[in-house]
């Protein structure tokens, strides 16, 4: 990387605002079933209040990680079409963007095939922004068996917000994840995060929020797989890194308090947390704190 001149550019507050309704799935993955958690998935959407405009389901949430690699290749291979069928259909019928992550497969040009942890934005409107995860978890197969994607985060305008995203693992990496410009108002975090190590995302999420003055939506799986346990991780803060939902058991110290929390919603197959933000606050913290202004700028070469 080499250092660029840094941008003084400072978003302004406008009269008019947009709100947005923001969701996290929690989904309980069944290992493999491709057609099952297409179910779950779509059962837990009907939960939903009416409204909602951002609904994020975990990583993988089709599949999960299996430690049986050559059983989780084969899934992969029949589940493009399915798995991009239903999130195309679930945005349009729902009225909401609908994020996530899939296993996917492509072939090269000798007919090999590849695979890839395949994160996707589909619209309502049928437009589908697609983000392969750049960094694959170094402990896991996952880093021997995928190709780490080598396109940077997408940002996607959607009624009225600009929304980017990242998956599971990466949340550790800040330059990746640099908003750059305050380009983006919204990060959305489809994963797979084991419990043993939820200290970890919750400080980093709410770390990205800070640094990015951004709203992060963390969806993390619920139940159980062969890497571990999920339940209970879920979150979603808003630019100040406040915990917005599930609402916190203790208000937070050294900042104001929110104006209200968001709710969660218990279905058969995980909880449902869900909260509403407006954008004319991303941008009065913005105008108020413009970190941009000092923040040092990069560019990948």
Same mark, same amino acid.
């Not at 694959?136 to 959607?158: I, T, V, W």
């Given at each position: 990387?080499?250092?660029?001149?840094?941008?003084?550019?400072?978003?302004?507050?406008?009269?008019?605002? +947009?709100? %947005?309704?923001?969701?996290?799935?929690?989904?309980?993955?069944?290992?493999?079933?491709?057609? @099952?958690?297409?179910?779950?998935?779509?059962?837990?959407?009907?939960?939903?209040? #009416?409204?909602? !405009?951002?609904?994020?389901?975990? /990583? %993988?949430?089709?599949?999960? *990680?299996?430690?049986?690699?050559?059983?989780?290749?084969?899934?992969?291979?029949?589940?493009?079409?399915?798995?991009?069928? *239903?999130? #195309?259909?679930?945005?349009?019928?729902?009225?909401?963007?609908?994020?996530?992550?899939?296993?996917?497969?492509?072939?090269?040009?000798?007919?090999?095939?590849?695979?890839?942890?395949?994160?996707?934005?589909?619209?309502? !409107?049928?437009?589908?922004?697609?983000?392969? #995860?750049? +960094?694959?978890?170094?402990?896991?197969? /996952?880093? /021997?068996?995928?190709?780490?994607?080598?396109?940077?985060?997408?940002?996607?305008?959607?009624?009225?917000?600009?929304?980017?995203?990242?998956?599971?693992?990466?949340?550790?990496?800040?330059?990746?994840?640099?908003?750059?410009?305050?380009? &983006?108002?919204?990060?959305?975090?489809?994963?797979?995060?084991?419990?043993?190590?939820?200290?970890?995302?919750?400080?980093?999420?709410?770390?990205?929020?800070?640094?990015?003055?951004?709203?992060?939506?963390? @969806?993390?799986?619920?139940?159980? !797989?062969?890497?571990?346990?999920?339940?209970?991780? &879920?979150?979603?803060?808003?630019? %100040?890194?406040?915990?917005?939902?599930?609402?916190?058991?203790?208000?937070?110290?050294?900042?104001?308090?929110?104006? $209200?929390?968001?709710?969660?919603?218990?279905?058969?197959?995980?909880?449902?947390?869900?909260?509403? *933000? &407006?954008?004319?606050?991303? #941008?009065?913290?913005? +105008?108020?704190?413009?970190?941009?202004?000092?923040?040092? $700028?990069?560019? *990948?070469?």
């Amino acid at each position: 990387m080499k250092e660029n001149k840094p941008s003084d550019k400072i978003v302004s507050v406008t009269e008019s605002d +947009h709100r %947005l309704k923001v969701a996290v799935l929690s989904l309980d993955i069944a290992q493999g079933d491709v057609p @099952a958690n297409l179910n779950r998935a779509s059962v837990m959407l009907d939960s939903l209040p #009416k409204g909602v !405009d951002v609904a994020v389901l975990p /990583e %993988l949430f089709t599949t999960s *990680f299996m430690r049986d690699t050559e059983a989780m290749l084969k899934v992969a291979s029949e589940s493009n079409i399915m798995t991009l069928d *239903f999130v #195309k259909s679930e945005a349009s019928r729902r009225n909401l963007l609908l994020c996530g992550s899939f296993l996917a497969e492509e072939k090269d040009v000798d007919g090999q095939s590849l695979f890839f942890n395949r994160g996707f934005m589909a619209t309502p !409107d049928g437009e589908c922004v697609f983000y392969d #995860k750049h +960094h694959l978890f170094c402990l896991s197969k /996952e880093a /021997e068996l995928l190709r780490h994607g080598q396109q940077r985060p997408p940002l996607l305008h959607f009624r009225g917000w600009n929304i980017s995203m990242l998956i599971c693992y990466e949340l550790r990496f800040p330059v990746w994840g640099r908003n750059v410009e305050m380009r &983006s108002d919204l990060l959305l975090i489809p994963a797979n995060w084991p419990v043993n190590r939820g200290y970890a995302w919750h400080h980093l999420i709410i770390a990205r929020a800070i640094e990015n003055q951004v709203v992060v939506a963390g @969806a993390d799986r619920s139940g159980h !797989d062969d890497y571990g346990s999920y339940d209970g991780l &879920s979150l979603i803060v808003d630019e %100040l890194g406040r915990q917005i939902a599930p609402a916190p058991e203790v208000a937070p110290v050294g900042c104001p308090l929110p104006d $209200s929390y968001g709710q969660q919603i218990d279905t058969p197959y995980g909880p449902v947390l869900w909260a509403d *933000f &407006s954008l004319n606050q991303v #941008k009065k913290l913005r +105008h108020w704190l413009p970190t941009e202004r000092d923040a040092d $700028s990069f560019v *990948f070469v």
